[in-house]
């Protein structure tokens, strides 16, 4: 899925802007780009989220998270709801949205390398760990990503679709040709493995 935001600026123009030190911008965009996609589980840690996993897996009657359909959001209308308050309905919500997520990413999202013998990992794990997002001199932005064998994934798409997902932000043309060339020997995959075999 290729989601083409309308009227937003290009890849070159937001490099211009980063470059001009606008802090205000900088701060904006950053601040959406990281609500957008992350590198890291919600508010906890892999091995926190396997200790818990491996706890709730000893019930029978568990069912993982990646068999089971998500809750909608509540439409609570409570008092709270309609003014400034927290609402326990809402809250337990958001609750159970963390956990499906951080439950999910442990579940499908940890890279486990099947390329050992190369130099180099294929899917480039380890990513590179860091706590704050940064923009260099030349407008590159180094996003935060604080688990290293964990892809970037958008949390309310994980939510919704319960399996492993990949989500980049294409901000940059080397970016967007990777991206192309990526899906593109993807989905010519079967396609590919027959013109080898014909050679
Ligand atoms: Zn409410
Ligand atoms: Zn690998």
Not at 168 to 185: P, R
Request: charged content about 25%.
């Amino acid at each position: 899925m290729l989601l083409w935001i309308n009227n937003s600026l290009t890849p070159q123009e937001i490099q211009e802007r980063l470059m001009s030190k606008d802090s205000e911008f900088q701060k904006e965009i950053i601040g959406y780009f990281e609500s957008m996609h992350q590198g890291e589980f919600i508010d906890t840690t892999l091995e926190e989220v396997k200790c818990y996993l491996n706890a709730v897996e000893k019930d029978p009657e568990y069912a993982p998270p990646t068999m089971v359909l998500p809750d909608p959001a509540p439409d609570c209308k409570c008092l709270e709801c309609q003014g400034d308050g927290e609402c326990h309905i809402v809250h337990s919500w958001w609750e159970k949205f963390r956990t499906r997520v951080n439950d999910i990413l442990a579940c499908t999202n940890i890279h486990q390398c099947k390329n050992v013998w190369l130099e180099k990992c294929k899917a480039r794990f380890p990513r590179e760990y860091r706590t704050e997002t940064a923009v260099d001199q030349e407008g590159h932005i180094f996003f935060r990503h604080m688990e290293p064998n964990l892809n970037t994934i958008t949390s309310a798409l994980t939510y919704m679709l319960g399996c492993n997902t990949d989500v980049s932000n294409l901000q940059s043309g080397t970016s967007i040709k990777a991206v192309l060339m990526y899906i593109t020997d993807y989905i010519t995959k079967i396609l590919s493995s027959y013109i080898v075999y014909f050679k």
